[in-house]
């Protein structure tokens, strides 16, 4: 079965601690994409890479880290820096136009 | 800047009838748009893609129209069914390098 997955489902942060989010992609698509989701709001961009060893920074990128070290894997690294974490996070993938998407983790703090 | 307006208020209908949701940006020229379904706690999936030179596209019951000189995209959804039900977003290449900027979607209740 090809698709994105995301773990964990739910993620809980204190105060002052860094979590990693987890992204893996079996579609063999180049581009991925990390996006954060606040309720009555759209999308926003935080991270991208169009290429493995290779990422840029999207519209919301401060208090936030990723890597790209393989093709399947973007992960994502919510920073102490970042004031306001709880929110649900998507990751995406494409290879041309259309992204797909995983579940979406859900990061809540203590 | 460019902006990505939605209706924010949900879109009552009955099952049955025809849902029309629209889409409108400013600022810019973009060589397509994007609609996907988003469910609560969900990952948004992808729909239809529309591109600038055509005015129109189907799929099964979803029909998109794209007028780039209103700077408009209508999205249908006939003979709707309450499984229908679902917030729609609309997306833009608005960046380039294929990254999307989304609307805030408009949430339709379709009922029995």
């Known amino acids: 079965d090809g698709g994105i997955t995301q773990s964990p489902k739910y993620l809980f942060r204190k105060e002052g601690q860094n979590v990693t989010l987890s992204c893996e992609q079996n579609l063999n698509h180049d581009a991925m994409y990390w996006y954060r989701q606040d309720p009555g709001q759209g999308l926003r961009l935080i991270y991208y890479s169009q290429i493995v060893n290779d990422f840029q920074k999207g519209d919301i990128a401060e208090g936030y880290s990723v890597s790209r070290e393989k093709k399947e894997s973007f992960p994502l690294t919510v920073t102490s820096a970042q004031k306001n974490p709880t929110a649900f996070y998507l990751c995406?993938?494409?290879?041309?136009?259309?992204?797909?998407f995983g579940p979406g983790t859900r990061l809540l703090v203590l | 800047s460019q902006k990505i307006e939605q209706n924010s208020e949900a879109l009552n209908i009955q099952e049955g009838k025809t849902a029309t949701l629209t889409c409108n940006y400013t600022n810019y020229s973009p060589a397509y748009l994007q609609w996907y379904r988003q469910d609560p706690g969900r990952g948004p999936v992808f729909l239809l893609l529309i591109r600038e030179n055509e005015k129109e596209k189907r799929k099964e019951r979803l029909k998109v129209t794209f007028d780039t000189t209103l700077k408009q995209s209508l999205f249908h959804i006939t003979a709707s069914q309450p499984a229908d039900s679902a917030t729609y977003l609309c997306?833009?290449?608005?960046?380039?390098?294929?990254?999307?900027?989304f609307g805030k979607g408009t949430m339709l209740l379709v009922s029995p």
């Open positions: 997306a833009l290449d608005i960046r380039g390098y294929s990254t999307l900027t």
């Open positions: 995406a993938s494409s290879k041309q136009e259309t992204q797909y």
